[in-house]
Structure formats: structure tokens, C-alpha cells
């Protein structure tokens, strides 16, 4: 008797222990809840730590911890008890999907998409599951799939939050603008007050050339949110279309005046002002985005289009040799120092910058248009000639192109084939007139 009751008293004392070890690990799990809530998250991880010291494989505390975790873009410590979890409980579907997501933050879209497969042959109707695979899908540019997961999400529920602006935005990047506009048609008749999807669909519009359409659109947002910046900037780029440039210029002053930090604005309303043959202002807003982002080659480009404008051909040429200098395989950055330099009578120099060009790009017609008015302006005929031989074989029926060829062969006394030239370039000119 005495011995059974020592192996009592033992399993009591043990009892005992557990269910005080057992209070302790709710204790700090709760703890832990009620400093997560109040986003005290140092704190609720050195809770959860505690907890995990007591009962290392506790997955409320594993969970709860991944969740604080991810909740302070730590996506690797998330990922890793997440994995822990899978561990102890492998057909775990909400650890499956949490870590699925957690993945996706990562940028890991290929590991995301096999545990939304695994998900979704556990649970073939997860919506949530189908709908992640499919933005996962998207990451990694693979449109059928994505579609395909989108259209199934649609017959499990064509009401799930955000399915059409998804699907929509999809289409839009695949340039499938008129699969989109149906789809954010679709999103904002679901949701009259997504702003979101009235903004994509004015991007569309744009691209389908309905301008009067767009502007509609970023009417309504403007009407409710007159300082957003996007719906300002798609309503000035249908203005500018439709030609109605002050009110384009009015549109882009307010996002500067907004945010006076954004290069491509700048840019947009230089070449706006460039539009209104206001030349000094569009130099202006060029240089505003040289001085913001030095190394921003298209500023470069467009202010040296305004020096020339000014015949200040020594400027251009210095601010194209520095896209020459930003980029060295700028075939365009060549051509266009080597017109400045045309302009500035530095033919040779011009010469040296349409070969580089060329070797960056046999194919370009005008960079051997421009090399052959350069050896004429030379006098090195035949091979002006030799130039203008290989752009008409890219361009055949550019005019232009055999009215300059038919100039060297008058200056090597080729009057038949001067003749044969203006005949031809006379003969498209009335082609392309009739069309």
C-alpha cells in the first residue's frame, strides 16, 4: 500500500506540474494576444518566445508567432515556423495557405504557386486559394494560368472582392485593353466607390483612344478626390490629346504643385510645353529633371532639342555626350549628337557618331540616311550613294529618300539615273496622296 501510494503522490505532483505549466503557456499566449492587439510587438514576441521555451512544438504559439512575425515584415522568420507548423501537422490548411502568402511577400511566387496547389487539391472550391494562385501566376507572367484560376474564381463566386480589377489589371498589362475595359466595367458596377478601378479604366480608355471617355472617369475621382494625383495626370494626357493644352497644363501644374519631386511630370509638361512651341519653359522643366536625377538620359535628349531649337548647337552637343556618357549603347544619344554636330559643320566628327551608331543598329534606315548626307555634305559621293542604297532596301518607298539619292547622281553626271530618282520619288508622292 505504502508503494502505491508514493506512485500516487507522483502522478499528482506531476498533474500538478503540467497544469501549472499549462497555465503558464495560456498566460503568456494571452499576454502575448493582448500586446499584439495594442501592436506592442516586441513585447508579444518576447511573450511567445517565453511560451515556446516552456513547450517548444506549441502551435498556438508557433502561429501566433509567424503572425506577429509577418505583421513586422519579417517574411523569413514567418516563413520558417510556418514550415515548423507544416512539420507537425502536414494537411494543415491554413498553415499551407499562410505560408503560401508568406512566400508571395517574399517574391517566391514559384514555391507560393505548389503550396496553392497543394491547398487547392485539399480543397478544390478555396476561392481565397484560387484567387492567390492566380495573382502569384501574374508575378510570374504566366497569363493563361492566371486567367485561367480568375475565370474559376468567377464560377465559384462572382462576387469575390476585387476579382475584376485583378482580372482587369491582368488583361491591361497583356495589352488586352478591350477584355479589360469589360472587367473594370464590371469591378465598378460591382462597386460604384472603387476608386482603383475608375482609375485603371481611364488608363484603358487612353490606350483605346476613348479620351472623352477617360476624362469622364477621372471626373467622377477628381469630384471626390481633387488632389489625386493619377486621375490628374490620365484626365492632362487626354486634355493634351484632344488638344486641349492649357487645361492638360492646368492639370499638370496642380501634381507639381502637389509633389514637386516627380521627374516624369516634369518631363510630361515639357513635352507638353514643346506641344505649345514654348520652348524656354520646356527647357526649363528638362533641366528641373536634370537637377532632381542626374543621370535621367531623355532630359538630357530634350533639352539639347531645345538648344537647337535656339541654334545653341554647342549645348546640345554637350548634353548629348552626356547620354553618351550615361549610355553607351544609345544608337539614338549618336544619331542625334551627330545631327547637332551636321548643323554645327563638324561633319567628321558627325561621321565617327553615325558609325557607332550604325553598329548598334544596321537596321535603322535614317541612321544611313543621315551617314549619307554627311559623306555628301563631304563630297565623298560614292559613298553617299552606298548609304543611300542600304536605307532605300530598309524603306523603299520613302521619297525622300531617292529626291537626296537622285542629288548624287546628278554630281557624278548619272542623269539617267537622276531622272529614274525623281520619277520615283514623284511616283510614291501620288501614291501616298491618293490613298
Same mark, same amino acid.
Given at each position: 500500500?505504502?508503494?502505491? *501510494? #508514493?506512485?500516487?503522490?507522483?502522478?499528482?505532483?506531476?498533474?500538478?506540474?503540467?497544469?501549472?505549466?499549462?497555465?503558464?503557456?495560456?498566460?503568456?499566449?494571452?499576454?502575448?494576444?493582448?500586446?499584439?492587439?495594442?501592436?506592442?510587438?516586441?513585447?508579444?514576441?518576447?511573450?511567445?518566445?517565453?511560451?515556446?521555451?516552456?513547450?517548444?512544438?506549441?502551435?498556438?504559439?508557433?502561429?501566433?508567432?509567424?503572425?506577429?512575425?509577418?505583421?513586422?515584415?519579417?517574411? =523569413?522568420?514567418?516563413?520558417?515556423?510556418?514550415?515548423?507548423?507544416?512539420?507537425?501537422?502536414?494537411?494543415?490548411?491554413?498553415? +499551407?495557405?499562410?505560408?503560401?502568402?508568406?512566400?508571395?511577400?517574399?517574391?517566391?511566387?514559384?514555391?507560393?504557386?505548389?503550396?496553392?496547389?497543394?491547398?487547392?487539391?485539399?480543397?478544390?472550391?478555396?476561392?481565397?486559394?484560387?484567387?492567390?494562385?492566380?495573382?502569384?501566376?501574374?508575378?510570374?507572367?504566366?497569363?493563361?494560368?492566371?486567367?485561367?484560376?480568375?475565370?474559376?474564381?468567377?464560377? !465559384?463566386?462572382?462576387?469575390?472582392?476585387?476579382?475584376?480589377?485583378?482580372? *482587369?489589371?491582368?488583361?491591361?498589362?497583356?495589352?488586352?485593353?478591350?477584355?479589360?475595359?469589360?472587367?473594370?466595367?464590371?469591378?465598378?458596377?460591382?462597386?460604384?466607390?472603387?476608386?482603383?478601378?475608375?482609375?485603371?479604366?481611364?488608363?484603358?480608355?487612353? &490606350? +483605346?483612344?476613348?479620351? @472623352?471617355?477617360?476624362? /469622364?472617369?477621372?471626373?467622377?475621382? !477628381?469630384?471626390?478626390?481633387?488632389?489625386?494625383? /493619377?486621375?490628374? +495626370?490620365?484626365?492632362?494626357?487626354?486634355?493634351? %490629346?484632344? %488638344?486641349?493644352?492649357?487645361?492638360?497644363? $492646368?492639370?499638370?501644374?496642380?501634381?507639381?504643385?502637389?509633389?514637386?519631386?516627380?521627374? &516624369?511630370?516634369?518631363?510630361?509638361?515639357?513635352?507638353?510645353?514643346?506641344?505649345?512651341?514654348?520652348?524656354?519653359?520646356?527647357?526649363?522643366?528638362?533641366?528641373?529633371?536634370?537637377?532632381?536625377?542626374?543621370?535621367?538620359?531623355?532630359?538630357?535628349? *530634350? #533639352?539639347?532639342?531645345?538648344?537647337?531649337?535656339?541654334?545653341?548647337?554647342?549645348?546640345?552637343?554637350?548634353?548629348?555626350?552626356?547620354?553618351?556618357? +550615361?549610355?553607351?549603347? =544609345?544608337?539614338? $544619344?549618336? =544619331?542625334?549628337?551627330?545631327?547637332?554636330?551636321?548643323?554645327?559643320? /563638324?561633319?567628321?566628327?558627325?561621321?565617327?557618331?553615325?558609325?557607332?551608331?550604325?553598329?548598334?543598329?544596321?537596321?535603322?534606315?535614317?541612321?544611313?540616311?543621315?551617314?549619307?548626307?554627311?559623306?555628301?555634305?563631304?563630297?565623298?559621293?560614292?559613298?553617299?550613294?552606298?548609304?543611300?542604297?542600304?536605307?532605300?532596301?530598309?524603306?523603299?518607298?520613302?521619297?525622300?529618300?531617292?529626291? &537626296? #539619292?537622285?542629288?548624287?547622281?546628278?554630281?557624278? *553626271?548619272?542623269?539617267?539615273?537622276? /531622272?529614274?530618282?525623281?520619277?520615283?520619288? @514623284?511616283?510614291?508622292?501620288?501614291?501616298?496622296?491618293?490613298?
Amino acid at each position: 500500500m505504502l508503494k502505491q *501510494g #508514493r506512485y500516487l503522490i507522483c502522478f499528482m505532483l506531476i498533474h500538478i506540474a503540467a497544469q501549472a505549466q499549462n497555465k503558464v503557456l495560456d498566460s503568456l499566449i494571452q499576454s502575448a494576444q493582448a500586446f499584439n492587439d495594442v501592436k506592442q510587438y516586441g513585447k508579444a514576441v518576447a511573450c511567445l518566445d517565453s511560451a515556446l521555451d516552456w513547450e517548444p512544438n506549441n502551435q498556438k504559439a508557433l502561429l501566433m508567432l509567424a503572425k506577429v512575425n509577418s505583421q513586422l515584415n519579417d517574411y =523569413n522568420a514567418a516563413y520558417i515556423l510556418y514550415s515548423k507548423l507544416l512539420a507537425l501537422e502536414p494537411n494543415n490548411n491554413r498553415y +499551407l495557405y499562410n505560408r503560401a502568402t508568406v512566400l508571395s511577400q517574399l517574391n517566391k511566387f514559384v514555391d507560393a504557386v505548389k503550396d496553392y496547389d497543394l491547398l487547392i487539391e485539399h480543397e478544390a472550391k478555396d476561392t481565397n486559394a484560387i484567387f492567390d494562385r492566380a495573382v502569384a501566376y501574374s508575378e510570374l507572367d504566366d497569363y493563361d494560368k492566371a486567367l485561367a484560376d480568375y475565370q474559376r474564381v468567377i464560377e !465559384l463566386n462572382p462576387n469575390f472582392e476585387g476579382l475584376y480589377y485583378n482580372k *482587369g489589371f491582368l488583361e491591361a498589362e497583356h495589352k488586352q485593353y478591350k477584355l479589360a475595359l469589360k472587367d473594370y466595367d464590371m469591378a465598378i458596377e460591382k462597386n460604384k466607390g472603387d476608386t482603383e478601378a475608375y482609375v485603371q479604366r481611364a488608363f484603358v480608355r487612353m &490606350e +483605346l483612344e476613348q479620351y @472623352k471617355e477617360a476624362i /469622364e472617369d477621372c471626373n467622377f475621382i !477628381l469630384a471626390s478626390s481633387p488632389n489625386h494625383i /493619377e486621375a490628374l +495626370l490620365h484626365r492632362a494626357a487626354a486634355l493634351a %490629346q484632344l %488638344q486641349k493644352l492649357n487645361e492638360a497644363l $492646368a492639370d499638370l501644374n496642380k501634381v507639381i504643385a502637389l509633389d514637386a519631386k516627380r521627374t &516624369e511630370v516634369y518631363m510630361d509638361r515639357a513635352y507638353l510645353y514643346l506641344d505649345m512651341k514654348k520652348v524656354k519653359s520646356a527647357l526649363l522643366d528638362f533641366s528641373q529633371v536634370i537637377h532632381l536625377d542626374s543621370t535621367f538620359v531623355e532630359a538630357y535628349i *530634350g #533639352r539639347a532639342y531645345c538648344y537647337e531649337d535656339y541654334k545653341q548647337y554647342h549645348k546640345a552637343i554637350a548634353d548629348y555626350s552626356k547620354c553618351v556618357k +550615361l549610355d553607351s549603347l =544609345n544608337e539614338q $544619344a549618336y =544619331n542625334l549628337r551627330a545631327l547637332a554636330y551636321i548643323e554645327n559643320k /563638324e561633319f567628321r566628327l558627325a561621321l565617327l557618331d553615325l558609325n557607332k551608331a550604325i553598329t548598334l543598329n544596321d537596321k535603322d534606315a535614317e541612321l544611313y540616311y543621315n551617314r549619307a548626307q554627311c559623306f555628301k555634305s563631304l563630297k565623298k559621293y560614292a559613298e553617299s550613294l552606298n548609304d543611300y542604297d542600304k536605307a532605300i532596301a530598309l524603306v523603299p518607298n520613302e521619297a525622300l529618300f531617292y529626291l &537626296e #539619292r537622285s542629288k548624287i547622281h546628278q554630281a557624278m *553626271g548619272n542623269k539617267n539615273l537622276q /531622272e529614274a530618282d525623281v520619277a520615283k520619288a @514623284k511616283d510614291i508622292d501620288l501614291h501616298s496622296k491618293t490613298k
